[in-house]
Structure formats: structure tokens, C-alpha cells
């Protein structure tokens, strides 16, 4: 190895073993962020007007307004940064190395090239290294690839300079973990020059692009602000024009009364607020959103390109098929490494252990013919029961060495299986190869292991499994007769070279193997593999000795049958693959696993629909190789692939790249260093928690506490409730704030005075209407959110409805409004106070009524929830009772208002404008709603025309069945909220 001096040389010259994440998000970053965007900057505008017209009460508001907006937004992403923190520092990166002649453990940031690093089963590789000494060395490199299969290491040149990096079998990388073996490397590169390393760097490169929200209100920002000029204008010339008011300072003060009006002070605040009960919403389902924008954002989600290993599937090998030919198939339950599960037969029915001689026989042999362990603890117990295991085979005592504590990619590697509500499983872990641990596990399911079987079977000697006949054999001695036993498992075709019986009745006869049984066998491993599974076949044959060499052993054996072994799909992917078509989303599987099983995992799961024929799927089903040698003018004229295997880190940056060029809105699901840009790049970006890379984490805009699929439908599902409930209370707050601009302009214009005071604009924007704003934010979840009959994937905000909603009851507000101040001072000779209080009780009230109607936009408004509204019965109280406090406290009366409380008469105007409103506003609604029922049908027409996924079938052929499916849904979209 190195001298230490050396090694410092170059780490000074080189650096240290690390790339650069930036270590998260800088606190003043996020400060900056939400103090400086654009609605803030209205309200500084107005802010500024106010100190000029003297008017200081109002400037202190806003800036009061200000600073409570950017303390919520700030405290809530300041919060999931910390919480991030917390992530990056679970880890504990130390490796073992030689160094001055001897065998050292040092951090792995110390690394240099040159140094040589000694690696076994568990630890994690701390840099990239050629590898100059092998024994049995296997990594798993489904971080860095995709692939779930252990990569086996050779010692041999490569001479391509081309080669995949899956393919470069002598280079160890960075962050992969071994799962098999040991051996020492050379360290070729460390930090940023790394493959990982290289990844991180292209995170810098990828910029994120605003989020429909931010874009929205900076969009509805400068509407307000042009429409503030022009009222201000108007304002002006006209009140100047009528010889009303000089210009200054009075025509002034009217001007900043009509800014105030026209802009939502509130509006940042409660969408703030609607955010971060929406961020807990999803905490409390394990999803930790780290930007409180990307919560809306989901809402308009189209496309989900996620990866498949350890998202979609459980990321570990499992058994799950056990082929026995001439008896039949028999299917294996269970999840991820517990140790129990039922053996059913193909009628469904359990097996009984003593009826089923040569299954239990083969599923021996596969849990025997094995070096693996399932044990129950951490993942240094787990070391530590490996090695005693190889102690005791080896029968001579092994030279302790120090240990590398692997990070929690390492010790997750084949850690225990989440439920879907994110509680941890019993501690059960895997050492080994991850096949070879599924196979133990199936041996527990029935009660085989090695530690139980001792008192019958005794391990005589091992051949290894070898790369060039692909098949691995020991020999056991049975205790019960003291005869020797060859169990011999490995590729089918492989297997069979060997053997020259079989096993179809009773083990002590197996029969010659013929041609016929060969058809047989050859048949049932088409339709395992056929189905996603990795395939093994099982044999024994009878010795006289334990000696001999493997040529001599391992023949003549007789055939006993198959098992598959696959990363079977999360429980419950399935069911939320269909929720995702039913809300009209597509879901594209990127992946690096191999295209055969990438398409039958899609099929399985329901990301290739069952009606598409084969010449759609070959369309929809690519490799990476023929994604990426698409010319741009051919990739803008195809159906995007639904699966794309082989994915390398590019290719899922350009399927992402393509989506968003299209106006598609993209969710990247990903946990791979390989995933990392596409997910810095997508609209949302998703990593898992659990056994995600840091360097992923630091790339994402929400992070899945339990790595589940379904946590991400949840989330999508909690954003579309939010989408829904910010245009509900921006409806409410626009109408509010276009009244009474209008009131004051319109007045104006036609030569009245001013019918609201700058103050009490002020108080019906903050104190008034932001409660029920907030309330409105926080609506229950409701069924059709994710129906596409009923709501359009891609929904644009301000849809034409949307907007004739706000015009129309912002005009009938005013005209209300107006009414009241009219009748006041012309029809009860009122003084100007009094008749400006008139005009704010109308207003006040009929806005705290109106928060009813936005309660249920489409419908009657006491079918939407109305009697489990309690917190909004309490707003509108409460809104209304503060008249009262503005009306009866004399110094906040004469000296803050500058209004006359208003007597009975205005009260009974008042009551009959709330009434008229409330009538008009529920016969617009039943007016309206053919006409939306019409363009329902249209938007769907129109996507179904440019489906070719089949998520859109016609609507009289899914409208029972979309019914169906959403009755359940009805209960389980519960808001945080009863309101």
C-alpha cells in the first residue's frame, strides 16, 4: 500500500473522497425566497404609497403581512431541510485500507488514488477501484445501474473503452455495497471524478424551473397590479375631473384604498398556510416535502417516470413459484424476508409437508446447497453470525479483522420489508447474495435451514458456484442412513447437462430422463421465465465418498424440479397504478433491469394495459440503446415508450426532457445516483428515503420516508385537493377584493364619495376574510378529484369558468354593495361615515356568506359539507362579529374606521343583500352547470383522442367501472380538516 506520506501528497493534491451536494438548502436562501416574490413586492409597492399619503396604520399592516408570510414559509421548508440534515448525517463512511505494509481503518473521505482498499460481504465500496485479488467478489450495483443482480468481479483487461458501466466486471464503484465474496481493489478515482461523482456534478447543471403555483400567482401579481393602476387612474382623473378632491393628499389616500382593495393581502399568506397543512398531511403518510410549492404541483401531475427496483417492486429477492414437473406448480406467499408464508398448490389449497415428498426435497436442497443466512437483528449480528457460520464450515478458527460500519445503504441492502403505513417489520437481514437469501427464506416457510438441519445433514464439502458451467454443488451427510448426498442447484440448461434421472414419484426411484422429460422441463422454464423469474434448477445424486473432483461429483444426478425467484411488486403497486389511470396519469417504468423482465413486471402491475396488442407494446416497450439513438425529430413524433429498460441516467433525463417539451407535468420517482438529474430536472422529484442516496435526497423536492409507490398516489392525491382548495379560496378572496375596488372606482366615477375607507379595506382583506380563506384551504378530499370523467388531467387554474365565477360575484357584490351606500346617504339622508359603515356591514357580510358558496362551487351549497363546516360557521361569526368591535369601541369607531355605526334601517338592508346574494350566486350555479357537464364530456373526448396507452377507453365503457372503484375512495380522501 501507500505510505502515509504519499497518501497525504495526493490527498492534497487531489482532495478529499467527496462530492459536493452543497449540504442542502443555506437558511437564507429560503428566507430570500419567501420574502422577495412577487405578491411581496405588490404589498411593498403598497406599503410605500401608504407612508407617502401619511397613511402609517396601513403601511403597518402590509408589513405586518410581510413578515408573517415569510416567517410560515420559511419556518416550514427551514423545518424538512433540518429533517434532511438529519438523513445526511445517519451515515458512517470509514473503510478498511493498506497502508505503510498493514491493514488499517480510516474515514473514506481520506482516500487516494493509488490506495489499496480490502472490501467483503456487507460493506460499502468507498471509491472507484480496480480490482487486483477476488474471492468470490459480487457486488450489488442496483444504485449506480438499476440492475438487481449481483455483478460478479473478474481480474480480466477491458480493452472497450465504451463499455456500460454494468459491464465493467473489474471496477468496484463507489457507493455500491458487496453482496458476495472479497477482494482488494485499487483505487482509480475518488470524489467528484467518481461515476457517482460525475452524477452529482450534472445536478449543478440541471435547472429547476418555476412551479405552476409560483408562476400562477406571480402571473395574477402583475393582473392586479396593471388592473391597481388602471383603477388608480380612474381614480384620479375622474375625482379630479368632478372637482371631488385635490389630487393630493386626499385623491392620493382614495388612490392607496383602491391598491389595498384590488390586492389580496391574504392571498400569500393563506396559500402558505393551505401549503404546509397540506406538507403535514403528507408527513403524516411519509412523505417529507421539502418545498412547500411542489405540494400544489403534484396536483397537476401527468406523467410518473419512476424506477422499478425497490419502488415498484420490494427491491429484494423473493421465491415466489416452486416447479415440480408432472406434479405441478406451486406458489409461494409471503413478503420480502419474513420467514413465514403458505405453500398453496394450483388450486389454492396449502400443502401438508407429509403429501408432498419431492417439494419439500427440492425446496431442501435450495435452502441447503446455499451460503447464506437469515438472521434476526442488526446488520453487525448479521456479520457476525456469517463469519462463526464460515468458522464452523471451515472447522479452523478465522483471524479477526476490523470491520467497515457500512452506511445505511449498505445495512438496507437487504433489510426487512415496509408495510405500507411505513412501520418497521421485524429485523430480519439477509447475508449474502440476494437470491441465494431468498431461497434460505424459502426454507424457513417450511422449516429447512442449515443451523436446523445439522442433526441430519452435515456439510462435507463445498464447490463454489462457477461462472463457466453456472451451477454450484454440496455434499451432505445424512446422520439418519450415513450416506452422502449431492444437492446441486444452478441454470436450468446447466443442471440438466448433469443429469441423467428423474425424480416424477418416489426419491429412492427416480426414472431415466428422457427426451419427454426434458420437453417437459424445458416448457416449465419458458413459462417461469415468461412470467419475470429468475429461474433456478435443483438436483441431487447419491454418493458412496464425498471425494473426487467436481467432474467426478457433480454428475449423473437426478432432476427433482425449478424455482423462480424474482423482486416481486410492492403490495398494493398494482391498485395504485389503476387509481393513477382512473385520474388519467401515466405511469412510464424507467429502469436498468433486463427489457424481458421490465416488461413482465409493467404487465403484472398494470403499466401495459391488458387491451394493448402486441405490435402497441412493442412500440411502448424500449431498451435504452434505441431510446437514445432516436433522432429529435423522431422523438417528438413518437408515443413515448411506456417502459424503457437499460435506462441509463441520460436516457431517463431525456424521456423527462421530452414530457416537459410536450406540456406535460413530470413526477421522477427514483433512489439511484442514476436517477438523481432526471429527478433534479422533473417538475417533482421524488427519492426514497430508506435507500436513497444522499446524493438523490439532495435532488429532490420530497423525500418517501417508507419508499412505497402508494405514498406518491397519496401525495398526488393530497396535491389535487390542495390545487382545488387554492382556486376554491382565491375565488373567495378575488371576489372580496374586485368588489370593493369596484366599489370605490364605480363610485367614484359617477361622481359619489367614497364608499369604504382605506381601514376598513384593510380589515375585510386581513381580519375578515382570511379565517375562511384558510378554512376553505383545508376542505376534505373528494372522490372525483382523481376522476378523469370529472376533472381534466392537465386542469389549467383559471379556466374560463373559474374567471366568470369571480366576475360574476365580484359585480354582484358590488352592486350590492353600492346599493347599500346609495340607499345610506340619499335614501336615508345618512352622513358620509354612516353611510360608509353601511357599505362595509354589506360587504362584510355578504363575503362571509359568500364563503358558503365557494364551500361548493358546483353545487347547492348546503349539499357541500355545510352542516360539518363547523370551523367556517365559526369564521362567519366571527367575521360578522367584528363589525361590531369596529362599530362599538368609540376610539377604534371615530379615530381608526373614521365611520358612525349604522342604525336598524341599514341592518334590514344589509340582511336583504345577503339574502339577494345568496340566491343569485346558487341560480348561477344551476344555470351553469350543463354547461360544464358539456365541457367535461369535451376535455375528456379530447384526451381519449390522443391516448394511445389506453388509459382513456370510451366513457360508456369505464363509467360503471370507474364508479365502482371510487366508492371506496370516498372515505379515504378525508382532508386534515373536518370542515
Known amino acids: 500500500g501507500l505510505t502515509s506520506d504519499a497518501a497525504a501528497q495526493l490527498l492534497s493534491s487531489h482532495g478529499k473522497n467527496a462530492f459536493d451536494t452543497k449540504g442542502g438548502v443555506k437558511w437564507y436562501t429560503i428566507f430570500a425566497y419567501h420574502a422577495f416574490n412577487f405578491m411581496n413586492l405588490v404589498l411593498l409597492v403598497a406599503m410605500a404609497l401608504s407612508f407617502v399619503v401619511l397613511a402609517y396604520i396601513d403601511a403597518g399592516v402590509v408589513i405586518f403581512v410581510i413578515i408573517i408570510n415569510t416567517l410560515i414559509g420559511f419556518r416550514q421548508e427551514y423545518k424538512s431541510e433540518k429533517t434532511m440534515e438529519a438523513l445526511r448525517n445517519m451515515s458512517t463512511p470509514t473503510c478498511r485500507v493498506l497502508r505503510d505494509g498493514e491493514t488499517k481503518e480510516i474515514e473514506s473521505t481520506e482516500l487516494v488514488p493509488g490506495d489499496i482498499i480490502l472490501v467483503k460481504e456487507g460493506d460499502s465500496i468507498p471509491a472507484d477501484a480496480r480490482v487486483v485479488r477476488v474471492n468470490g467478489l459480487e457486488t450489488d450495483e442496483a444504485i449506480l445501474t438499476g440492475e438487481t443482480v449481483p455483478v460478479k468481479k473478474k481480474l480480466d483487461a477491458i480493452t472497450e473503452p465504451d463499455t456500460p458501466l454494468g459491464d465493467r466486471k473489474n471496477i468496484v464503484y463507489m457507493g455500491t455495497n458487496v453482496s458476495k465474496g472479497k477482494g482488494r481493489a485499487v483505487v482509480v478515482a475518488t470524489g467528484n471524478d467518481t461515476e457517482m461523482g460525475k452524477i452529482a456534478s450534472t445536478l449543478n447543471k440541471a435547472k429547476k424551473t418555476r412551479t405552476p403555483l409560483q408562476k400562477r400567482l406571480d402571473r395574477l401579481g402583475v393582473i392586479l397590479s396593471g388592473l391597481a393602476v388602471l383603477f388608480i387612474a380612474i381614480v384620479l382623473l375622474t375625482g379630479w375631473a368632478w372637482g371631488t378632491w385635490a389630487v393630493y393628499p386626499e385623491g392620493l389616500r382614495v388612490a392607496v384604498s383602491v391598491a389595498v382593495a384590488i390586492i389580496p393581502q391574504s392571498v400569500v399568506v393563506v396559500v402558505t398556510l393551505t401549503l404546509t397543512v397540506g406538507v403535514r398531511t403528507m408527513a403524516e403518510r ?291 397504478i389503476q387509481v393513477c389511470h382512473r385520474a388519467g396519469i401515466a405511469v412510464h417504468m424507467v429502469t436498468g433491469d433486463h427489457p424481458f423482465t421490465a416488461k413482465a413486471i409493467a404487465s403484472q402491475i398494470g403499466i401495459l394495459r391488458p387491451e394493448l396488442d402486441e405490435a402497441a407494446l412493442d412500440r411502448l416497450v424500449m431498451t435504452a440503446s434505441q431510446f437514445d439513438k432516436l433522432t429529435e425529430e423522431e422523438l417528438h413524433n413518437i408515443t413515448l415508450p411506456l417502459v424503457i429498460a437499460r435506462c441509463s441516467p441520460d436516457s431517463k433525463v431525456r424521456m423527462v426532457t421530452e414530457l416537459s417539451r410536450r406540456g406535460r407535468k413530470v413526477a421522477m420517482l427514483g433512489d439511484g445516483v442514476n436517477d438523481a438529474p432526471a429527478i433534479k430536472l422533473a417538475d417533482v422529484g421524488v427519492a426514497m428515503g430508506l435507500s436513497g442516496s444522499d446524493v438523490t435526497k439532495e435532488a429532490a423536492d420530497i423525500v418517501l420516508m417508507d419508499d412505497n409507490f402508494n405514498t406518491v398516489v397519496k401525495a398526488i392525491e393530497e396535491g389535487r385537493r390542495v390545487f382545488q382548495n387554492i382556486r376554491r379560496f382565491l375565488i373567495f378572496l378575488l371576489t372580496g377584493n374586485i368588489s370593493q375596488a369596484l366599489i370605490i372606482v364605480l363610485s367614484i366615477a359617477f361622481s359619489l364619495r367614497t364608499p369604504l375607507t382605506p381601514e376598513e379595506v384593510l380589515w375585510v382583506n386581513l381580519i375578515v376574510s382570511a379565517p375562511p380563506a384558510f378554512i376553505l384551504g383545508t376542505v376534505p378530499g373528494r372522490a372525483w378529484y382523481m376522476d378523469k370523467h370529472r376533472r381534466p388531467v392537465d386542469e389549467a387554474f383559471f379556466t374560463p369558468t373559474t374567471i366568470l365565477d369571480i366576475l360574476f360575484y365580484g359585480i354582484l357584490l358590488t352592486g350590492l354593495g353600492i346599493v347599500n351606500f346609495v340607499i345610506a346617504q340619499y335614501g336615508f339622508n345618512q352622513s358620509l361615515p354612516r353611510s360608509q359603515a353601511a357599505c362595509f356591514a354589506a360587504t362584510t357580510c355578504m363575503l362571509m356568506f359568500h364563503s358558503y358558496t365557494c364551500l361548493n362551487l358546483n353545487g347547492l351549497f348546503f349539499k357541500g359539507g355545510f352542516l360539518r363546516a363547523k370551523w367556517l360557521h365559526a369564521c362567519v361569526i366571527f367575521g360578522i362579529g367584528s363589525l361590531f368591535f369596529t362599530f362599538y369601541t368609540p376610539p377604534f369607531e371615530v379615530h381608526v374606521f373614521e365611520h358612525r355605526r349604522p342604525d336598524w334601517r341599514n341592518w334590514l338592508v344589509v340582511i336583504a343583500s345577503v339574502f339577494v346574494s345568496m340566491l343569485f350566486s346558487e341560480l348561477y350555479k344551476i344555470v351553469k352547470k350543463p354547461f360544464r357537464a358539456r365541457a367535461r364530456r369535451r376535455d375528456y373526448e379530447e384526451q381519449a383522442a390522443q391516448d394511445e396507452y389506453m388509459i382513456f377507453p370510451p366513457r360508456e365503457v369505464e363509467a360503471a367501472r370507474v364508479a365502482k372503484e371510487m366508492k371506496p375512495m370516498r372515505t379515504d380522501l378525508a382532508g386534515p380538516a373536518n370542515a
Open 286 to 576: 411519509h412523505a417529507l416535502v421539502r418545498k412547500l410549492n411542489a405540494v400544489e404541483t403534484l396536483g397537476n401531475i401527468t406523467n410518473i417516470c419512476t424506477d422499478k427496483t425497490g419502488t415498484l417492486t420490494q427491491g429484494k429477492m423473493v421465491a415466489t413459484s416452486v416447479a415440480i414437473p408432472f406434479k405441478g406448480v406451486y406458489r409461494v406467499e409471503g413478503e420480502g424476508l419474513e420467514p413465514h408464508g403458505a405453500i398453496k398448490d394450483s388450486e389454492g389449497n396449502e400443502i401438508e409437508k407429509e403429501s408432498h415428498e419431492i417439494l419439500i426435497r427440492a425446496i431442501t436442497i435450495a435452502a441447503l446447497c446455499n451460503t447464506s443466512q437469515l438472521v434476526e437483528g442488526s446488520e453487525e449480528e448479521a456479520s457476525s453470525s456469517q463469519e462463526k457460520a464460515k468458522e464452523e464450515g471451515k472447522g479452523k478458527k478465522k483471524e479477526k479483522s476490523s470491520r467497515s460500519p457500512a452506511p445505511k445503504e449498505a445495512a438496507q441492502t437487504h433489510d426487512a420489508q415496509q408495510p405500507n403505513e411505513g412501520a418497521p417489520a421485524p429485523g430480519w437481514r439477509g447475508v449474502g447474495s440476494p437470491t441465494e437469501v431468498a431461497l434460505v427464506v424459502l426454507g424457513h416457510k417450511i422449516g429447512v435451514s442449515r443451523a436446523d438441519s445439522r442433526d441430519e445433514w452435515n456439510m462435507e464439502r463445498e464447490f463454489p458456484f462457477d461462472s463457466t458451467v453456472k451451477r454450484m454443488s454440496m455434499v451432505y451427510k445424512n446422520s439418519q442412513d450415513q450416506s452422502y448426498v449431492l444437492f446441486m442447484k444452478g441454470a436450468p440448461e446447466r443442471v440438466l447437462e448433469a443429469c441423467t434421472h428423474i425424480v416424477t414419484d418416489d426419491l429412492s426411484h427416480p426414472e431415466p430422463l428422457s427426451e419427454e422429460h426434458r420437453t417437459t422441463i424445458s416448457d416449465l422454464n419458458k413459462q417461469m421465465a415468461g412470467e419475470g423469474l429468475r429461474v433456478l434448477a435443483l438436483a441431487e445424486r447419491t454418493l458412496d465418498s464425498p471425494e473426487g473432483e467436481r467432474e467426478d461429483v457433480a454428475r449423473d444426478c437426478a432432476f427433482i424440479g425449478l424455482i423462480g425467484v424474482r423482486d416481486p411488486p410492492r403490495p398494493g403497486v398494482p391498485e395504485a
